[in-house]
Structures are given as structure tokens and as C-alpha cells.
């Protein structure tokens, strides 16, 4: 169990150091590119280092089993409990992010919207309601918020997958 938490820590960690450094890595090499693209692009990466984090940790705790039945609830609970490690992890980093690394980043995502909202042609009432969701969507309480969710959702649906590939099957299966 401390294994498994250690292993979530760590996933947490490099998932959490990916969503911050990972923007701002590829808003330096694509200058031009709209955040949106890159925020996406960075989510994507994230959710595939959460994947192999499980994918990981679920072997881990499988071979210290030495030998032993390795259930698909074994793995289930190995992979919720990184994954949930890393949704707190990962929670705390956002607010970190956008509190104190980048309190401007709210500002940002709102001028962005602005802009593509201007092009669109979209009506005032339009703009305005699509922008309150913008801000609504980068406040400090959603970016807590949604990796909290997202991380949570995404790994257990891994580990629901991973447990069935890494449980000890019984003879009548083989």
C-alpha cells in the first residue's frame, strides 16, 4: 500500500511538473500556436504519463505478489489509489500554477477567447456569455477542480482496463 502511494506520489510529481513546464516549454517552440492547441497537446502527454504511472504501478504491486493470485481488484485499487494520488497532486500544482507561477493566466485564456471571439463575429450577448465561461473555466476554484475530476475519471478508466491484462487468471481460463 505505502508502494503504491509512493508510485502515485511520483506519477503525481511528473504528471504535475509535465502541465506546468510542458505549456510553457511548447509555447516557447510554437510561438504561433493558439493555447488552446497547446493546452491540449499538454493534457494529452499528461494523461499518457498517467497511463504508463499505472501501467507501472499495477506491475510493481502484481510481482511483489511473488507468486501469489493477483486479483482484478488488487490491480483496480492499485491503479484508484495512484490515480487519485495523482488528481491531488496534480490539483495543488494547478492552483500553484495559476496562483502564484502564473497569476496572469485567467487574463490570458480571456484574452485569447476575446480575440477568437472578435473574429467570429459572435453577437455581444454572445461574446459576453462565452466569455463569463471562460473566466468560469480558468478561475483559481475550476483549475483545483477539474484535475481533480479529470485525473481521477481518466486512471480509473485505466485501471479498469489495466486490471484485466495484470489480474492472475484462473486455470479454467488458460
Known amino acids: 500500500m505505502i508502494q503504491t502511494f509512493k508510485r502515485g506520489l511520483l506519477t503525481g510529481l511528473i504528471v504535475a511538473t509535465w502541465l506546468i513546464a510542458g505549456f510553457s516549454v511548447l509555447k516557447t517552440i510554437l510561438p504561433n500556436s493558439p493555447h488552446y492547441i497547446l493546452r491540449t497537446i499538454t493534457g494529452l502527454l499528461g494523461l499518457i504519463i ?11 504491486a502484481k510481482a511483489a505478489k511473488k507468486g501469489n493470485p493477483f486479483t482484478y481488484i488488487d490491480a483496480l485499487k492499485t491503479g484508484v489509489i495512484i490515480s487519485i494520488t495523482v488528481a491531488i497532486v496534480v490539483s495543488l500544482a494547478s492552483v500553484l500554477y495559476v496562483t502564484i507561477i502564473n497569476p496572469g493566466f485567467t487574463d490570458d485564456m480571456v484574452k485569447e477567447a476575446e480575440t477568437a471571439l472578435s473574429r467570429s463575429h459572435a453577437t455581444p450577448a454572445g461574446a459576453a456569455q462565452r466569455l463569463a465561461a471562460v473566466r468560469n473555466e480558468f478561475s483559481v476554484r475550476s483549475q483545483m477542480i477539474i484535475p481533480l475530476i479529470a485525473q481521477s475519471v481518466c486512471g480509473t478508466i485505466f485501471s479498469l482496463i489495466l486490471g484485466l491484462f495484470f489480474r492472475t487468471k484462473q486455470k479454467s481460463e488458460l
Open 50 to 60: 498517467l497511463f504508463t504511472g499505472i501501467l507501472s504501478g499495477i506491475s510493481k
